[in-house]
């Protein structure tokens, strides 16, 4: 599962001009292992990141202007993925 709080606490309904961090908490209920996360920025692959604790640089210049929606997915070692945990940005 993911911690949409986690993911959402810096940027959610947020204009940004400059670099931000998204951080992301993907955890698997029913196993110890490793956990990937998958992170899309609209719509496009963006990282996928080793969990269960993981930060993402973004930097809004390599974004176009306007509303911009970043989803995270968590994928555990048995390849199940997770629903998105998503948030948006309004990039300037």
Known sequence: TLDRSSAASDVYKRQVNGPFDLVISATDRDATGPVRIEVQIGGAPAAVLLG????LRIDPATLSPGRVRIDAY????????SLAAGVFVEVE
Do not use: K, Y
């Open 52 to 55: 269960p604790d993981a930060t």
């Open 74 to 81: 968590a994928i555990d070692e048995a390849g199940n993925r």
